[in-house]
């Protein structure tokens, strides 16, 4: 089967609607280390030997990044939209002629959230398993603020883009789940796509939409929640013993 690879965007203005998020978030990648610490060997180095450190599974990101920050204009559902604010506002684009997209130039860029390594005891997919929700804030530029990013670097050049996952069989229809979640109860224009658009999310608001009918907003953002957690310690589970079995 071949694989998929999922990408997301998103604009989150609400600093109360980030923390709540940020927060559920961490409890998941929480649990995801906690499957990832049982596979994962310690890290040895030799006396005198110079080498890098494992990336932590879970990184909290709080930080101003400065320098040459390149922006993609793909972080947003319309590029020129956003590129025409940016050039409105008197930052240098760069074209595509060597990018998959125009590049927004920033000197300075705040960023904020999580990035944590998603569990998959098959490792199929070393260099794209980590799911990032972290948020540019730059109240200077609005048609930025709160916007989704994934941070990695070109040279000296930090650059912010889509945020994406390679899935394979495993969690595909879970991602739906998790990301409906998110644009129900807490981002009204998350944006993701897997085989489709938004892949999953009318049966999903459905299933939400009935039990806030019962329980009311607050219990239930909690409990379909917790039932997004559960899901996904029930694939983890399955697909751990998959592989013990086929080892």
């Given at each position: ?189 998350f944006w993701w796509r897997r ?53």
């Amino acid at each position: 089967m071949s694989s998929v690879n999922v990408v997301w965007k998103g604009n989150c203005r609400s600093l109360e609607a980030r923390s709540r998020l940020l927060a559920d978030l961490h409890k998941l990648a929480r649990l995801s280390d906690s499957y990832l610490r049982r596979v994962e060997r310690p890290f040895l180095s030799v006396v005198g030997e110079d080498r890098a450190q494992p990336r932590p599974n879970i990184e909290m990101i709080d930080e101003v990044r400065e320098g040459r920050v390149l922006v993609s204009s793909a972080i947003g559902p319309h590029k020129q939209t956003l590129i025409a604010r940016a050039q409105e506002a008197g930052l240098t684009v760069l074209p595509a002629k060597d990018r998959e997209t125009e590049m927004i130039v920033l000197d300075a860029v705040r960023l904020r959230g999580i990035d944590f390594k998603l569990f998959d005891p098959r490792a199929l997919y070393p260099h794209n398993d980590r799911m990032s929700f972290v948020f540019i804030e730059s109240p200077e530029h609005h048609f930025l603020d709160g916007r989704l990013v994934q941070i990695s670097k070109a040279g000296d050049s930090v650059v912010l883009a889509s945020p994406s996952v390679e899935l394979q069989s495993y969690l595909e229809d879970w991602t739906d789940c998790l990301f409906s979640w998110i644009r129900f109860f807490l981002m009204g224009d998350f944006w993701w796509r897997r085989h489709e658009e938004l892949q999953g999310y009318t049966d999903y608001r459905g299933v939400f939409e009935a039990v806030q009918t019962i329980r009311g907003s607050a219990e239930t953002e909690d409990a379909t929640f917790d039932a997004v957690l559960s899901t996904f310690t029930q694939h983890a589970e399955y697909w751990r013993e998959e592989v013990q079995r086929s080892a």
